[in-house]
């Protein structure tokens, strides 16, 4: 199956910083979704990027899918960003594999 | 509204009980999923079905029945749950165009623990 990594694992920041978190993938794709789980466990879709480049206010993502991999840029970060970032893709089955995920902690 | 609804939220229950999950979508979708989640939070897929047909079905034990009445609700029964049945399951649910997949909408995720 698709292998699915995301880089760092770990991640802290001031508020106000700027960041980027990566998702590389092992095949070709037909969806890649970015997800954010807050701290109360809620998995909230940010974007749904097979390929492209996407803005939604401080978020924005890009999908070079020739080459494998997605960049999700967060700028001006604040403490409700903080969470847990999972990249997930599916191939030509409907099933997405997640990532392990990126974890966030934005201090004051 | 919510898109994606599962209830309960929080179940705790001792070893060897059975208990069924509900999932209900009002996104008119025509596919859904069970994904379970790990205490590394790792994220699983278990289950999906399309118009009330499975269309796959992971390495899960037997214990785990999936049951689509329509293609509204995805529900998931456990027997006999065990002690690793502890984790968080999400429903999800998604349209397609054709062979393309759209966005996947995640429910808030019922939190099972077996005592």
């Known amino acids: 199956g698709i292998q699915v990594e995301q880089s760092p694992p770990d991640l802290i920041l001031q508020e106000g910083a700027n960041s980027t978190l990566r998702c590389n993938f092992s095949d070709s794709v037909n969806n890649l979704q970015w997800f954010h789980q807050n701290p109360w466990g809620q998995l909230i879709n940010l974007f749904y990027i097979p390929s492209g480049t996407k803005q939604n206010g401080r978020l924005s993502a890009t999908t070079v899918a020739t080459e494998r991999y997605s960049l999700l840029y967060i700028s001006s970060s604040q403490t409700t960003d903080s969470g847990v970032y999972f990249c997930?893709?599916?191939?030509?089955?409907?099933?997405?594999?997640f990532g392990t995920g990126t974890r966030l902690q934005v201090t004051l | 509204d919510t898109a994606v609804s599962q209830t309960p939220k929080y179940l705790v229950t001792q070893m060897g009980n059975d208990k069924s999950i509900k999932c209900e979508q009002n996104?008119?979708?025509?596919?859904m999923y069970w994904y379970k989640q790990d205490s590394k939070k790792f994220l699983k897929i278990m289950f999906s079905y399309n118009n009330k047909e499975l269309i796959i079905n992971e390495t899960v034990p037997n214990r785990f029945s999936p049951k689509s009445p329509d293609k509204a609700h995805l529900n998931l029964h456990i027997n006999s749950l065990e002690l690793g049945d502890s984790a968080v399951y999400f429903c999800?649910?998604?349209?397609?165009?054709?062979?393309?997949?759209?966005?996947?909408?995640f429910g808030p995720g019922t939190r099972l623990l077996v005592l």
């Open positions: 999800a649910s998604s349209q397609f165009s054709g062979s393309l997949q759209e966005t996947q909408y």
């Open positions: 997930a893709v599916a191939g030509t089955a409907s099933k997405l594999t």
């Open positions: 996104l008119g979708h025509d596919t």
